[in-house]
């Protein structure tokens, strides 16, 4: 079991960026498939953006292309999701997710969970 841990939401207006981090201990995350999610009031848990071991392809939902990017600073074994120009359909609880295993969309699979952090896009 990984233990993940996200950080970096908060209140932003619509427009506005933030930056989310999913930071690791014990395990170095380079070797793990790993994926942003999200999930709204009422709404289902969905796939926001991925990065798999090995070769570091992304997916990403289309309703964030463009805006968000993920990357990895194996230095600091965290994973990022940079959100440009959110939006309050953006308003969500954000989990991040590892694991060494991977579907062919490029997001991991059963993967360990983080506790997850809390955007709000609101004016």
């Known amino acids: 079991q990984v233990q993940l841990v996200e950080s970096g939401g908060g209140l932003v207006r619509p427009g506005g960026s933030l930056r989310l981090s999913c930071a690791a201990s014990k395990v170095t995350l380079d070797y793990y498939t790993i994926g942003w999610f999200r999930q709204a009031p009422g709404k289902e848990r969905e796939g926001v953006s991925c990065i798999s071991s090995g070769d570091d392809n992304t997916y990403y939902a289309e309703s964030v292309k463009g805006r968000f990017t993920i990357s990895r600073d194996n230095a600091k074994n965290t994973v990022y999701l940079h959100m440009n120009s959110l939006k309050p359909e953006d308003t969500a609880v954000y989990y991040c997710?590892?694991?060494?295993?991977?579907?062919?969309?490029?997001?991991?699979?059963?993967?360990?969970w983080g506790q997850g952090t809390q955007v709000t896009v609101s004016a």
């Open positions: 997710a590892a694991s060494l295993y991977k579907y062919y969309s490029n997001c991991p699979a059963r993967p360990s």
